[in-house]
């Protein structure tokens, strides 16, 4: 009698206590630190990956359209665009809550128009030193540039509360933009939460110093953990809006993604409970860690094992069998070097400069790097422009694409760069050293690259060391202009070269434009094509604008990267759009089907 009215006890318990379902935890790594999260701090991709996934901007790329395709995310409609393109009026979808925080005291907080504005505001507060300022001078958002100066010339804190035409709230849920040139692609810069994701002033100063460690906002996630250079975990934000997936399927994509994304229709988004980010720089972890069921997505499969995990580009059969998924991706990206401008040894703009840096360019063996460093995985640069932007000419071939060696000597020999004191090594024109320094980091690949200049520049009797340091030192070293010449990507948030020709615009020294570079006629192409319309006589200016970044070389521009990420056969719906970078909204993951190691988890 007793047992059986404990086993009632049991099934009354079980009836009013279900066992909770296992929480979905998408786990991926990546292969370089992130910095913070205030977007108007940081620049990396790896931090404005995360923010993404947290803030808000106002558009958002449709996830699977092709072409490329713009769409509202927290706006009721997309944006109103006068005919000049010089004014853009958002009205924002009310009923969008940030996260919980403490810096709202208790109460649920919406989100509304000042919100963008403000956000907006921040990136001319010159206490932020803000890397994505350009973006907004550049279009001349009327009275913001001159408001900063102003202040900074009294030397007083950036007052927010000033009302400038070019940003301002015109009630609650409506605001407006006003530019001084017409500029038909400003709308894109609305799309990148990274940079002009929604920040609440409330938070920014609750946070002060802080608010790099605190981002808060209204997407899909929270910030749970940080653990900094090592591990990222976002939650499911519980005050999240109501969006169900709708997304189509790129039609190149896998059949079994297409046959996934149609059984999702309809869910509620996000469909993961958990992210969890860990930071591994070396390959071979980051790689194992996947194959061993750790990770469920690899993001660029490492050069190094390409041979094995995808013969011929093709996934191999072992994988196949794992029920492993491949998608294969050109990048909007430029992988390059830079020279900076103002050193004294690589910069300047007389011709034995010039000559020194297109000797250099001419020297380094780019077919090589690409067999054997990037494992063929990256097609050659002619120019900045990419495949997939907007700009790029299938016709311009440039010298940035050629190997040859007795050119690049015979330039050094024409311009006095030859070894005067007999110890095998050039020398400067005046007879001092011809010394370069190379910032590179520790990880594996970049020490291939590093042992391909190292090679390259030896063959051309130039001498190079190497300053190793982690990504985010560099980056300072960068901003400050302490380093001489530095390899790194650049990677788009439109699909529109614009970007990648702001490397070469004086408005964006420093930011974009980490060589300093500083030419009034690249200046005038560089602003001519940014008011024109998508066209012939666009496309041409573009083509120019890079001729002379060719012919001035502060730059190396050596690949356009083609990306293979994999998937675990428990995650569902795995796609990739080059310009959303919170993908984890748009997959599921099949607890029932993963490795029982990590159920629970």
């Given at each position: 009698m007793k047992s059986k009215s404990l086993l009632t006890a049991l099934l009354l318990a079980c009836a009013l206590h279900p066992a909770q379902a296992a929480d979905k935890v998408l786990r991926y790594a990546f292969k370089v630190a992130e910095t913070g999260f205030d977007p108007v701090q940081v620049t990396d991709i790896y931090s404005k990956a995360v923010i993404a996934g947290i803030l808000d901007a106002?558009?958002?790329?449709?996830?699977?359209?092709?072409?490329?395709?713009?769409?509202?995310?927290?706006?009721?409609?997309?944006?109103?665009?006068?005919?000049?393109?010089?004014?853009?009026?958002f009205h924002v979808q009310p009923g969008i809550y940030f996260s919980d925080d403490p810096?709202?005291?208790?109460?649920?907080?919406?989100?509304?128009?000042?919100?963008?504005?403000?956000?907006?505001?921040?990136?001319?507060?010159?206490?932020?030193?803000?890397?994505?300022?350009?973006?907004?001078?550049?279009?001349?958002?009327?009275?913001?540039?001159?408001?900063?100066?102003?202040?900074?010339?009294?030397?007083?804190?950036?007052?927010?509360?000033?009302?400038?035409?070019?940003a301002k709230t015109l009630d609650r849920y409506t605001f407006q933009v006003k530019l001084g040139v017409s500029d038909p692609r400003f709308i894109y810069n609305f799309s990148d939460s990274g940079t002009f994701g929604a920040v609440a002033r409330e938070v920014?100063?609750?946070?002060?110093?802080?608010i790099m460690e605190h981002p808060v906002g209204t997407n899909a996630f929270q910030l749970a953990e940080w653990r900094r250079s090592s591990r990222i975990v976002?939650?499911?934000?519980?005050?999240?809006?109501?969006?169900?997936?709708?997304?189509?399927?790129?039609?190149?994509a896998d059949p079994r993604v297409k046959a996934e994304a149609a059984a999702l229709q309809g869910r509620k988004l996000p469909m993961v409970d958990r992210v969890v980010i860990e930071i591994i720089e070396e390959a071979q972890p980051r790689w194992l860690s996947f194959l061993r069921g750790e990770f469920d997505v690899i993001e660029?499969?490492?050069?190094?094992?390409?041979?094995?995990?995808?013969?011929?580009?093709?996934?191999?059969?072992?994988?196949?069998?794992?029920?492993?998924?491949?998608?294969?991706?050109?990048?909007?990206?430029?992988s390059y070097s830079y020279?900076?401008?103002?050193?004294?040894?690589?910069?300047g703009y007389t011709p034995d400069k010039i000559a020194l840096r297109r000797a250099i360019n001419l020297a380094v063996d780019l077919d090589k790097e690409i067999r054997l460093v990037r494992r063929s995985q990256a097609v050659s640069s002619q120019g900045p422009i990419p495949p997939v932007s907007f700009g790029f000419n299938p016709e311009f071939k440039s010298e940035m694409s050629e190997f040859n060696l007795a050119k690049a000597k015979a330039l050094l020999e024409l311009y006095g760069y030859t070894d005067k004191d007999g110890d095998g090594w050039r020398d400067m024109p005046d007879g001092s050293p011809l010394q370069l320094e190379y910032a590179t980091t520790p990880d594996a690949q970049n020490r291939q690259l590093a042992e391909q200049w190292q090679k390259n520049m030896d063959a051309l009797g130039v001498r190079m060391k190497f300053k190793i340091a982690k990504w985010p030192e560099h980056l300072k070293s960068s901003n400050a202009a302490k380093l001489q010449m530095w390899g790194l990507g650049w990677v788009a948030s439109t699909p529109d070269g614009d970007t990648f020709l702001a490397m070469g615009s004086s408005k964006s020294k420093g930011n974009a434009n980490k060589a300093r570079f500083e030419l009034p006629a690249f200046e005038a192409l560089y602003d001519r094509q940014s008011t024109l319309p998508d066209g012939p006589e666009r496309a041409r200016l573009m083509t120019d604008a890079q001729r002379l970044l060719v012919a001035y070389a502060p730059?190396?521009?050596?690949?356009?990267?083609?990306?293979t990420d994999m998937a675990q056969p428990w995650v569902k719906g795995y796609s990739r759009n080059l310009f959303v970078r919170d993908f984890w909204k748009y997959v599921d993951i099949d607890v029932a089907a993963l490795p029982k190691a990590n159920q629970g988890q």
């Open positions: 106002p558009l958002e790329y449709d996830f699977g359209a092709r072409p490329f395709k713009l769409r509202p995310a927290t706006l009721k409609a997309m944006p109103e665009i006068s005919a000049d393109f010089k004014t853009i009026t810096a709202f005291g208790g109460k649920k907080r919406e989100l509304v128009a000042a919100d963008y504005v403000y956000s907006l505001k921040r990136h001319y507060d010159p206490k932020l030193k803000s890397g994505n300022l350009y973006l907004l001078e550049n279009a001349r958002l009327l009275g913001l540039s001159e408001l900063r100066s102003e202040l900074m010339k009294a030397k007083k804190p950036f007052d927010y509360d000033r009302e400038v035409e070019g920014v100063e609750f946070y002060g110093d802080k976002l939650e499911k934000n519980p005050n999240f809006r109501d969006l169900r997936y709708a997304e189509t399927v790129p039609p190149e660029e499969v490492p050069a190094d094992f390409t041979s094995i995990a995808m013969p011929n580009n093709r996934l191999a059969p072992n994988l196949a069998r794992q029920g492993i998924s491949m998608t294969r991706y050109p990048r909007a990206d430029v020279f900076n401008m103002q050193d004294p040894i690589v910069g730059y190396k521009f050596h690949v356009h990267r083609i990306w």
